[in-house]
């Protein structure tokens, strides 16, 4: 059921007031989507994971219980890397593909895809014998 004339200018008066009111909560909530939370978990998840390894490698000849306890970090954010993966969602994962940043490295790793198909094909046609 579209609005009456009456209550759209209602409603446009109520915005212009929050924006003078409170321009960071506008701001906020512009730019919060319902997956912002589990992204950036999902970023400290990779972040934790990537320590995780570093830590477990360059400890593995000194000291064992380092390493053990880098492979405790790497296992803590895998899970938390996967539940957090699976709160977003395919639709989530969407959203991060199609934003600024998951845009550009969908991008790189599709023309990096691209030339590795080429390559292959290149290499295909030299062949004799059809190997």
Do not use: C
């Not at 004339?5 to 929050?18: F, W």
């Not at 699976?86 to 639709?91: A, E, I, M, P, V």
């Not at 934003?99 to 295909?124: N, T």
Request: charged share 25%; glycine share 8%; net charge neutral.
């Amino acid at each position: 059921m579209p609005l009456s004339d009456e209550e759209e200018r209602i409603l446009s008066e109520i915005e212009e007031q929050l924006y003078e009111t409170d321009p960071s909560l506008v701001r906020e909530v512009s730019q919060t989507t319902v997956y912002t939370q589990s992204i950036q978990h999902l970023k400290w998840s990779i972040l934790g994971f990537l320590l995780g390894v570093t830590i477990m490698i360059a400890s593995l000849s000194t000291s064992f219980l380092l390493s053990f306890l880098g492979f405790l970090v790497m296992l803590a954010s895998a899970l938390a890397l996967e539940r957090n993966a699976r709160h977003l969602g395919r639709t989530g994962m969407q959203q991060v593909a199609q934003s600024g940043r998951g845009a550009a490295l969908k991008a790189v790793v599709g023309d990096s895809r691209q030339r590795m198909r080429d390559r292959f094909r290149r290499g295909e046609e030299r062949r004799p014998g059809g190997f």
